[in-house]
């Protein structure tokens, strides 16, 4: 479990770093079921039973790390558990309590990570975590109407540089704006995670999972690397020729990158 700790904090500090956390922005949620110390599963609750506001049954008996309302993810970087805890679902899968370290509140986005970690259990894959930054370059490419289509924004992206085709294979799914914290939102996000692994939040942010939060980080950070080229070129004046798409698809071919989830 400590590692997976030292891994949240890794991630919080990068996210600080690049620009993408100001306040208390952005937020991150791990499921550490696999990892938790055997001492602490038992725990006694340090806080009642909060409602997640929907009972999401795949949750049965999970453990998670989740950021604290309202925390920095600069503080989150020196000290994870002071600025997160790790919470219990309850039996009814309905609720969850805090079990450790210190009594902090999780989140208000904590329900739809919930929602869409349910989802990554019921489909059985290897993902446990979830995060949401504010990457500079990617919210600013949202802005035009012409980047809010999956389909035209993955494909501008990927062809900036063949790492973010390798890196980022499911390419950058699209959700329209909507009120930070709503059903709207999560609801539209768990759609589009179903065939992406990130999802740019029109006008806000990024919305990624991965098998871990460093992995979820990286899908960001190239796909965000991507749109920094894509800027760049515009900045010096010339509108930056891509790719070739026979060139794309010879990387989708040779390196036997997978087109769905
Ligand atoms: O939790 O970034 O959009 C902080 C946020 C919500
Ligand atoms: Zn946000």
Redesign the pocket.
């Known amino acids: 479990m400590k590692n997976t700790i030292n891994q949240i904090a890794e991630v919080a500090g990068y996210l600080w770093q690049k620009g993408w956390a100001e306040r208390?922005?952005?937020?991150i949620t791990v499921n550490i079921t696999d990892c938790i110390d055997t001492s602490l599963k038992n725990a006694a609750p340090m806080s009642p039973a909060i409602a997640i506001g929907k009972t999401l049954p795949a949750l049965h008996g999970q453990f998670f790390y989740a950021?604290g309302?309202g925390k920095r993810m600069r503080d989150l970087a020196r000290l994870p558990m002071e600025n997160g805890s790790i919470i219990r679902i309850t039996d009814d899968c309905a609720h969850y309590e805090i079990i450790a370290e210190k009594p902090v509140m999780p989140?208000?986005?904590l329900p739809s990570h919930l929602e869409i970690q349910n989802y990554l259990i019921e489909t059985g894959g290897k993902y446990r975590a979830t995060l949401?930054?504010?990457p500079i370059e990617l919210v600013a490419m949202s802005h035009s109407p012409r980047f809010l289509d999956s389909a035209t924004i993955t494909h501008t992206l990927w062809s900036m540089i063949p790492e973010t085709l390798a890196f980022a294979p499911l390419g950058l799914g699209v959700v329209p704006y909507a009120l930070?914290?709503s059903l709207q939102l999560a609801d539209a996000t768990l759609d589009e995670i179903k065939k992406h692994d990130v999802v740019l939040w029109e006008k806000?942010?990024v919305f990624a999972v991965g098998e871990n939060i460093i992995e979820a980080f990286d899908q960001v950070d190239v796909l965000n690397k991507a749109a920094v080229i894509y800027m760049t070129a515009q900045n010096m004046g010339f509108a930056p020729e891509g790719m070739t798409d026979e060139a794309i698809a010879d990387i989708q071919r040779v390196f036997h990158l997978p087109t769905h989830r």
Not at 24 to 27: A, D, E, K, S
């Open positions: 208390n922005g952005g937020n950021k309302t989140t208000s986005e949401h930054t504010h930070p914290g806000h942010g």
